[in-house]
């Protein structure tokens, strides 16, 4: 057990948080590569060992060893060489979930080559601009109409762009993959030299979703894989040669915390159901029942709509640890859930800039508190601070900061925004990174997360934050979810307004607004009750999965200066 955690960790188990936070520590090598320290080490150990179980909706099923894995990313590689395509390029993937996004990940990071995720929603004109932005050499996507229509539209556009590569089909104008890879052999030498990929070096660049403005281009080195080693073993639990499966799709950040790297390091087989189209809460359930899966980490929204469905109906006694990170989960869901499966939810927090920054590790080391986010990693030396740079005290909000990132960046944190140094070094450069996140702490030492920056409401000299109200609303059988935002007011300057997704059997109706309204003031102070109440059929989210309150709030804004 733990065969290629005792490579990187002096120490791997603890006795307590404390111990953990003050003693664990990651070696890192100087020439550490993913594909051929992770990927390729396990086949050499354990040849048979299984590291992805993959379906689909039409109920294909493919089961991979870490030996296919090997074989497969060693004649991707060959292939990806055959195009000239070397350490330092930039490839695009649009894969959603395909079993070949682990293929080509693997393949990359063997070469160096540096990986940009993308999700199927982008359009000719997000395309075009990432394209430029970081100069992509090649694209690989998935056989879906729309994802080849706008590459098609945005490829004339794109100057450095000289490949274009297709999963699943054949089509004029692109490489076929698979009866590309077919053709080069199953052997790769490990590159040495200049072609060799130290810790330092670029190996995937994220775009953030952004709700306001275009997305940034977030950088990650080598070693952001071993930064997860905190994620998938000390917040997800997952176990070696056992299930895990986090619903994320390939082209945002949450896949990099789930679905490969810190699961890989810990030897766990990561099972991808592979969902095309509307979430089905019914499906996922059945998937997990009939896998049997160990460890399970879902957003709080698929929470909600699983605890719609009647969950006496499936069996999910396999499942050891439940988690959930993307938005804050609110203490009414944890309730249900744990009612109708006996598991805790355990909450974790982050950016698309590193790993699990805060979480609930445990109940063996810490209970989790009803609405707080956990405690910190120990890779980052994390602190509250007010609008002027000074660490907040116990029960005081500020914003959430890594320290002294630029003379000790911390493993599994982003190195800067790429081809941006002006950027970067406004980002990283001073006293630490702020994450723009409010939070407080109180005196065990438990982080409570407010809102992010621009989120947080100012009404008649009050300051509120969202999430302790959108938790009292969720709370009402009545809500689904909801966004808790700051509504224009031409006497407060702004209201609490609730934009709301009704549960089933429910309809919007005066009586109910009154309804919600006295019910949050029953569970708050009174002030933060929202005064305004929009009832929608669905919650406008990032690709990532994250409410979009900066567009409710624009949105409002644009109506209110129009009256």
Not at 181 to 188: A, G, M, R, V
Not at 308 to 321: A, K, M, R, T
Not at 369 to 388: E, H, S
Request: charged residues 25%; hydrophobic residues 35%.
């Amino acid at each position: 057990m733990d065969y290629l955690l005792k490579k990187y960790l002096p120490q791997i188990e603890f006795s307590s948080y404390e111990e953990f936070a003050q003693k664990f520590t990651i070696n890192v090598p100087e020439y550490f590569n993913f594909g051929f320290d992770v990927v390729d080490a396990w086949a050499e150990h354990e040849p048979e060992k299984r590291a992805l179980l993959w379906v689909n909706e039409e109920d294909e099923e493919h089961t991979f060893t870490f030996t296919d894995m090997k074989r497969l990313s060693n004649q991707t590689a060959n292939f990806f060489k055959s195009l000239g395509l070397q350490k330092g390029d930039v490839v695009m993937m649009i894969m959603r979930r395909r079993w070949e996004y682990w293929v080509c990940a693997t393949a990359l990071h063997k070469l160096g080559i540096i990986l940009i995720p993308a999700t199927l929603q982008l359009t000719k004109k997000d395309i075009v601009f990432r394209g430029n932005a970081a100069e992509v050499k090649a694209v690989i996507c998935v056989d879906d109409d729309f994802v080849i229509s706008q590459v098609e539209e945005a490829y004339p556009e794109i100057a450095s762009m000289e490949n274009r590569i297709l999963v699943g089909k054949k089509r004029e104008g692109w490489l076929d993959f698979h009866e590309n890879i077919e053709k080069f052999s199953c052997e790769l030498p490990r590159p040495q030299g200049e072609a060799a990929t130290k810790w330092s070096d670029i190996m995937l660049v994220y775009f953030t979703s952004g709700t306001t403005g275009m997305p940034k281009l977030v950088q990650h080195n080598c070693a952001y894989p071993l930064g997860h080693i905190v994620t998938a073993k000390y917040w997800q639990h997952v176990e070696e040669n056992k299930l895990h499966m986090s619903v994320s799709d390939s082209g945002w950040a949450k896949f990099g915390w789930g679905k490969i790297y810190g699961q890989w390091l810990c030897g766990a087989t990561i099972f991808c159901y592979d969902m095309i189209g509307r979430f089905n809460p019914k499906n996922l359930l059945t998937k997990v029942q009939q896998y049997g899966v160990t460890t399970f980490c879902v957003p709080p929204t698929m929470y909600r709509f699983m605890l719609q469905e009647d969950l006496s109906q499936f069996n999910l006694s396999s499942l050891h640890h439940c988690a959930t990170a993307g938005e804050p989960l609110n203490p009414e869901v944890v309730k249900q859930w744990k009612e109708f499966t006996g598991h805790q939810i355990y909450e974790g927090f982050g950016q698309t800039e590193g790993p699990v920054l805060l979480a609930n590790f445990g109940s063996e080391w810490f209970e989790p508190i009803q609405g707080a986010t956990g405690k910190p990693n120990p890779l980052f030396d994390i602190q509250l601070l007010d609008a002027d740079d000074n660490v907040c005290e116990d029960g005081e909000e500020g914003s959430l900061t890594i320290m002294d990132v630029k003379n000790h960046p911390p493993v599994g944190l982003f190195t800067g925004y790429y081809h941006n140094p002006e950027m970067t070094e406004e980002k990283l450069g001073g006293i630490g990174y702020n994450t723009g996140d409010v939070l407080w702490r109180d005196s065990d030492g438990y982080y409570r997360f407010v809102g992010r920056n621009d989120d947080v409401i100012k009404c008649s000299g009050y300051r509120i934050g969202p999430f302790e109200v959108e938790s009292a609303l969720v709370a009402h059988p009545a809500v689904v979810e909801c966004a808790i935002t700051g509504a224009p007011d031409p006497i407060r300057g702004q209201v609490v307004k609730a934009t709301i997704v009704l549960a089933k059997g429910y309809t919007a109706s005066p009586e109910l607004t009154k309804e919600l309204q006295t019910h949050v003031k029953h569970l708050t102070a009174p002030y933060k009750y929202p005064r305004v109440i929009e009832y929608v059929e669905e919650l406008p989210k990032t690709v990532g999965g994250k409410i979009k309150r900066a567009l409710i709030r624009h949105t409002d804004e644009k109506k209110f200066n129009n009256q």
